[in-house]
């Protein structure tokens, strides 16, 4: 029997309900937000690898251009050796 406005927790639930206990809820959301977590790393280190990969590319690149810089300069400092020596 309950009073207007003072329902028990079983009365509450309605017929055949059983509540989980506390305990259990608390670890079921603990599990729930700990796998959200796991998967927004793993998704952040795909991420990561992937911007990696981008800038290993990157630097081989920078690596051609600045070794054919070092030919071109090595090019033009002839060059210009050769003309001053004609003159």
Do not use: C, H
């Not at 406005?5 to 017929?15: K, P, R, V």
């Not at 959200?36 to 081989?60: D, F, P, T, W, Y």
């Amino acid at each position: 029997m309950s009073f207007v406005g003072f329902a028990t927790e079983e009365e509450s639930l309605g017929w055949g309900a059983v509540s989980a206990p506390v305990e259990e809820v608390d670890l079921v959301s603990q599990a729930i937000r700990k796998e959200k977590l796991i998967k927004e790393i793993r998704a952040s280190q795909e991420g990561l690898r992937a911007m990696l990969a981008k800038v290993q590319n990157v630097q081989k690149e920078v690596d051609k251009l600045s070794s054919s810089n070092d030919t071109l300069q090595m090019y033009i400092d002839n060059l210009t050796k050769q003309m001053a020596k004609r003159r």
